[in-house]
């Protein structure tokens, strides 16, 4: 068989049912990164780790060679050769947050979409770029070089587990990572944390702030916001509740016993790289608050989120807005809110930003913006942008195939979601969305269409082969 003769659409549909087995078998995992349950065998808790030792069974029980590493991450090796192409996906999911109206873990198939908690990010994807590299095997292809599949099992959070693993293992000479969209993403966007940190004097006010939650992680829109308040006139936020709310794209609740007032707040999830997708109740919360009287540290830490980080995708108020005519512009999401009466309370600012700008001028910016407040920023390392250009011959094969498979206009993008590709030198994000796909990553009824998983299969499959044979 001749590589031109092979119809990669029909090889990718004779594993249809077999990718599907498998595919739930790895959705039904809780793979939540858990810190409370982590050990020395699981790192980043039980979840990832069974996460990742049944994708390594599967690549065992399919014949090829695979490696875990302390739990960390683990490889499924196909081929040989001088060079190391690296394909990297991840088994960790987000938390699944409120609003599912199906079990995130008991993947469901309906009117073609399977839905299930990493369906779209990054299992679904993940596992049609193994099978990609099982239909390469199993058409028996020549290969030059060598095929690393790479799991990692935190990157949703710190990434510790993939450089856990580059720490003893060789980065790949070039790969893609199949965790975005088509038709390819060759440049990403810095990823850098502002941590704001308050104190927890709550006294002096006609409000006392006890406590107040938003978001579960900083890569995430908060979809819900609560806040507990202890009021010598819970009145004046009962009677204001209502009027806030009308007309505004959140809903909430608002109860009062005695002198106690909780208040719930929701909003709409998005990932935290495209916050202008999201409501965020944290945000919404605050700002329906900075109307009254709280006294202390609570005073400014509504005030802080209701002046400069309400309805300020851009990061204009914080003063650290930047576009740049190849990657962009900065976009900024709170995406932590916490404060808790005598004890502290945080921000969590997660900003991705395109060449042009910097982690230092950022900082500097959100200092200067914060000197009237009693605050402390810290900005622990991010990431700098990455960028591999349009006319390297790993970007012109990889739009050379979904052209050709799909006949659509393939170009060059750039995003402020950050991946695994941008850990290789010359690596990229391929797929799986494709441009009509829904996006719902990092949301509630997270789905992926099965014929999106089953076109990303063929996609992969034949753009592999492409740049190993």
């Known amino acids: 068989m001749t590589t031109q003769a092979i119809d990669w659409k029909a090889e990718a549909a004779k594993r249809k049912d077999d990718f599907l ?19 020395k065998d699981a790192p980043v808790g039980p979840g990832p780790k069974k996460a990742l030792e049944e ?14 590493f302390d739990n960390w991450a683990g490889h499924i090796e196909y081929g ?25 873990f008991e ?21 049609a770029a193994y099978y990609a590299i099982k239909i390469i095997k199993e058409l028996g292809l020549p290969v030059s070089k060598k095929i690393r599949f790479i799991l990692g099992t935190d990157e949703e959070s710190e990434w510790k587990g993939i450089k856990h693993y580059l720490e003893t293992q060789q980065e790949p ?6 965790d975005a969209a088509f038709p390819i993403i ?49 009145e004046e936020l009962e009677n204001a509740f209502q009027d806030f709310l009308s007309g505004q794209p959140v809903s909430g609740d608002l109860a009062v016993d005695g002198h106690r007032v909780t208040i719930q707040m929701v909003g709409k999830a998005a990932h935290g790289s495209t916050p202008a997708k999201g409501v965020n109740a944290g945000t919404y919360l605050a700002r329906f608050l900075s109307e009254f009287n709280f006294g202390g540290d609570a005073q400014d830490f509504i005030q802080v989120a209701a002046l400069y980080l309400h309805e300020d995708p851009a990061g204009e108020k914080l ?40 982690e230092e001028i950022i900082g500097k ?35 050379d195939v979904y052209h050709r498979q799909t006949g659509l206009e393939a170009s060059e993008q750039v995003i402020g979601g950050g991946t695994y590709g941008r850990l290789m030198t010359r690596g990229v994000a391929y797929g799986a969305m494709f441009p009509d796909s829904v996006d719902t990553m990092h949301q509630a009824n997270e789905f992926m269409a099965v014929d999106d998983l089953m076109n990303a299969m063929a996609i992969y499959a034949e753009a592999i082969y492409e740049l190993v044979k």
């Open 319 to 358: 003063g650290v807005a930047h576009t740049d005519e190849v990657m962009g512009a900065l976009t900024s999401n709170t995406g932590i809110f916490k404060f808790k009466a005598d004890e502290e309370g945080q921000l969590t600012i997660n900003m991705r930003y395109p060449q042009g700008t910097s």
């Open 80 to 104: 040989d050769g001088d060079e190391i192409m690296g394909v990297l996906a991840h088994v960790d999911v987000v938390p699944t947050g409120t609003g599912w109206e199906t079990d995130p």
């Open 107 to 127: 993947p469901v198939i309906k009117e073609g979409r399977l839905y299930a908690r990493g369906s779209s990010d990054d299992k679904g994807p993940g596992m």
């Open 365 to 399: 910016s959100i200092n200067e913006k914060m000197s009237q407040y009693s605050v402390e920023v810290t900005l622990p390392e991010g990431k700098v942008p990455h960028y591999v250009p349009g006319n390297d011959p790993l970007v012109r094969t990889l739009l």
């Open 186 to 234: 060759n440049g990403e966007k810095g990823n850098v944390s502002a941590i704001l940190k308050f104190g927890g004097n709550a006294a002096g006010g006609t409000h006392k702030l006890v406590e107040f939650e938003s978001g579960l992680r900083p890569n995430m829109v908060p979809q819900d916001a609560v806040a507990v308040i202890d009021s010598k006139q819970p």
């Open 21 to 39: 087995e498998d595919l739930f078998t790895i959705l039904k995992i809780d793979s939540v990164r858990d810190d409370s349950k982590a050990t």
């Open 55 to 68: 994708f390594l069974a599967i690549g065992k029980r399919d014949g090829f060679k695979a490696e875990n």
């Open 173 to 178: 000479d070039f790969g893609f990572s199949p």
